[in-house]
Structure formats: C-alpha cells, structure tokens
C-alpha cells in the first residue's frame, strides 16, 4: 500500500466524529477527506472524494448508515464500509451489506487498531491483485460453455462424492477438482475451511448456530442451507468473524 487511505467519516452526531477523527489521526497511514453530518451529504462524499474506506453511523436521520450502503453497492469502486453505532442489533443486517467491521460506540482504541489492520490488510491485497492479476476469475462449466465466477460471488463449495459444488447467491455450479485445489486458488480471499468437506466466504457468514458435542452450523446471505462447522474450527472462525 503506497499512499495513505482516503478516509471519510459520515455521522450526525459532531461529538461520535470528533471522537474518531481524533483516534484516526493517530494512525500516520490515515488522510481523512471529509466528514458528513447525514447519509445525504455522505453520499456527495463519496462520489466525489473517492475514498477507500468510510466510518457510517447506521441510525441517522433520513438516509440511514444502511441505505447509504446499499446506494453505494452499484459504484464502479466501492469504498470499504465500517459502521460506526452505539447498536450491536444492526449486526446481521451490516454484513449484509458486506461490511468490512462493525464498531460500536463508545470506540474501543484496539478495537479500532485491529479494525484498520483489517482495512491495510484488505486494500493492500486488492492493490497486489490489480498489479498482478487484473482478472481473476474461476472459470466453471455450466451445460456446454465455461462460465468466469469472481471469487466475491460464490456463498460456499462444498465437496459431494467426487465432484466439488460451487454455490452462488443463485446458482450450483459442479467441478472435478477437489476442494483443496480450490482452497489454493482462493487464497488471498476471504474464505475459510469450516470442516474438511467445506469452503466459506466469511465476507457472507450471517449467523453462527450452536448444533451438537461443540460443534456449530453457519448460515449465509441469502442461502437456507445450513453449512457444518467442524468443533476443531470453531475457535480459529470466531477470531476471523468477531471484534
């Protein structure tokens, strides 16, 4: 990562963004462009600012953090979204939104620390992609013709006797190689081997069931199946999911 990261932050409360105006400052790789008082002029922000990532409160007045999000999600560059909120009940619905993290007020110092080392983290891989490989896509074959999946699309794959099932937000997909291979290519993205027969995108992870014996089941955006989440991996998910 060469420059500093364009940040904006979007809350109508002056006290929450002096707060983290303040304690973003701190970090030397931080260039804060703009602040916004409501979802409205965040928006304005962003299209013109074109930051890297932005701090949005969720209940604001008008144009909610959330609905913010959503407007946003058709922009050719995304900015990276950590919301900001003194509510944890917004949780399932940021990531929804495929929220980078989720803060709540009053902010944590280290919280905040690991939340931009997951920021440098994340910035730092899309920079080493866009230089190394600016189209990479899974290539899958669906009734005669090869169909390029981004990595961003598929939920989950999972392996079923001798073939390995890609699943999509819509639809299944089948391969011959086997669920390490694929584990493999996916490295550098944000997937996770919850059991030795499945492969997560933790960017779609919604919710964290306890099942039986120590064991638990994940569910995805989007998706009604209910993936296995083996005991020996429990603990290793929880520290990639959770503040």
């Known amino acids: 990562m060469n420059n500093k990261i364009r940040t904006i932050i979007i809350d109508d409360e002056p006290f929450s963004r002096d707060e983290l105006k303040f304690l973003l400052e701190n970090d030397s790789d931080v260039e804060i462009v ?9 928006l304005e922000m962003i299209m013109t600012k074109n930051p890297d990532v932005i701090f949005v409160d969720i209940e604001m ?5 959330l609905d913010l999000a959503k407007t946003i999600q058709n922009m050719k560059k995304i900015p990276l979204i950590i919301f900001a909120t003194a509510y944890p009940n917004y949780a399932a619905k ?8 989720y803060l709540l007020k009053p902010f944590d110092e280290e919280q905040l620390q690991e939340t931009m080392k997951r920021v440098k983290d994340r910035l730092s891989f899309n920079e080493k ?3 190394t490989s600016p189209i990479a896509k899974l290539a899958v074959e669906d009734e005669g013709r090869i169909v390029y999946l981004s990595p961003s699309e598929i939920s989950y794959l999972y392996r079923e006797e001798r073939e390995t099932i890609i699943c999509t937000k819509d639809r299944k997909f089948s391969l011959k190689a086997p669920i390490k291979e694929l584990e493999e290519k996916l490295k ?6 919850t059991h030795k027969s499945y492969l997560v995108n933790l960017d779609k992870v919604e919710q964290l069931i ?4 120590g ?8 998706k009604k199946d209910e993936i296995p989440v083996s005991r020996n991996y429990v603990k290793s998910l929880r520290a990639h999911l959770e503040l």
């Not at 940021?94 to 993290?101: I, K, N």
């Not at 550098?188 to 081997?193: A, D, E, N, T």
């Not at 064991?215 to 989007?222: R, S, T």
């Open 188 to 193: 550098g993205y944000p997937f996770f081997r």
């Open 215 to 222: 064991a638990y089941q994940l569910k995805v955006v989007g």
């Open 34 to 42: 703009a602040e916004a008082d409501s979802g409205e002029k965040g």
């Open 94 to 101: 940021a990531f929804r939104v495929e929220a980078l993290d």
């Open 129 to 131: 992609n866009e230089q």
């Open 61 to 65: 007045r008008q144009m909610s953090g």
């Open 210 to 213: 306890p099942w039986f014996n």
